[in-house]
T-cell receptor, first 114, second 115 residues
Framework: AQSVTQLDSQVPVFEEAPVELRCNYSSSVSVYLFWYVQYPNQGLQLLLKYLSGSTLVKGINGFEAEFNKSQTSFHLRKPSVHISDTAEYFCAVSWNTGFQKLVFGTGTRLLVSP | DTGVSQNPRHKITKRGQNVTFRCDPISEHNRLYWYRQTLGQGPEFLTYFQNEAQLEKSRLLSDRFSAERPKGSFSTLEIQRTEQGDSAMYLC?????????????FGPGTRLTVL
């Protein structure tokens, strides 16, 4: 079955430190990859997406992610986090089934402290 | 562009009652999706519409669940004879539908609590 794994349920980090949130998925056959952020009591907001081309993708709020086909990974990074980055982050994959059915990971809570 | 809206934002009901949620997508978005998110989990796909046609349904969508999009604009999700296991956040998303790579824009969700 197609699956998405986010091994870290929670990542604590100090403000201005770098952070990496990990995402692995089950199959590398023709995938589209996404990272969404969810702030409390709000819907999901797209941070970035990989469809094709360059494996390094830049998104909003200074985030970037790198697609690694051989390791079936799509880790999210930010070189310097802010308090306002505290939120839940979801990795999602679409296996090009003719429409965009997103399969989500269980999420990683990023906790940024001063 | 006012974004995807969902109503109500919160719903508390007793087991066995029927509930209906509404989703208004971004105007001119042809595709509409429903997802369910339980505590500590990521959203799970329930169903998908292309205009008014319901083209895909997850096995999670039991026969107590029914979704409609009668005029290809807003959509409703009805749960009949609710059970405590139905307690979750129900998320709606929409996309342009011009390509399979279109971004899905999510609404704020409807939180259902079944007592």
């Amino acid at each position: 079955a197609q699956s998405v794994t986010q091994l870290d349920s929670q990542v604590p980090v100090f403000e201005e430190a770098p952070v990496e949130l990990r995402c692995n998925y089950s199959s590398s056959v023709s995938v589209y990859l996404f990272w969404y952020v969810q702030y409390p009591n709000q819907g999901l907001q797209l941070l970035l997406k990989y469809l094709s081309g360059s494996t390094l993708v830049k998104g909003i709020n200074g985030f970037e992610a790198e697609f690694n086909k051989s390791q079936t990974s799509f880790h999210l990074r930010k070189p310097s986090v802010h308090i306002s980055d505290t939120a839940e982050y979801f990795c999602a994959v679409s296996w090009n089934t003719g429409f965009q059915k997103l399969v989500f990971g269980t999420g990683t809570r990023l906790l940024v402290s001063p | 562009d006012t974004g995807v809206s969902q109503n109500p934002r919160h719903k508390i009901t007793k087991r066995g009652q029927n509930v209906t949620f509404r989703c208004d997508p971004i105007s001119e978005h042809n595709r509409l999706y429903w997802y369910r998110q339980t505590l500590g989990q990521g959203p799970e796909f329930l169903t998908y519409f292309q205009n008014e046609a319901q083209l895909e349904k997850s096995r999670l969508l039991s026969d107590r669940f029914s979704a409609e999009r009668p005029k290809g604009s807003f959509s409703t999700l009805e749960i009949q004879r609710t059970e405590q296991g139905d307690s979750a956040m129900y998320l709606c998303a929409s996309s342009l539908g011009l390509a399979d790579t279109d971004t899905q824009y999510f609404g704020p969700g409807t939180r259902l609590t079944v007592l």
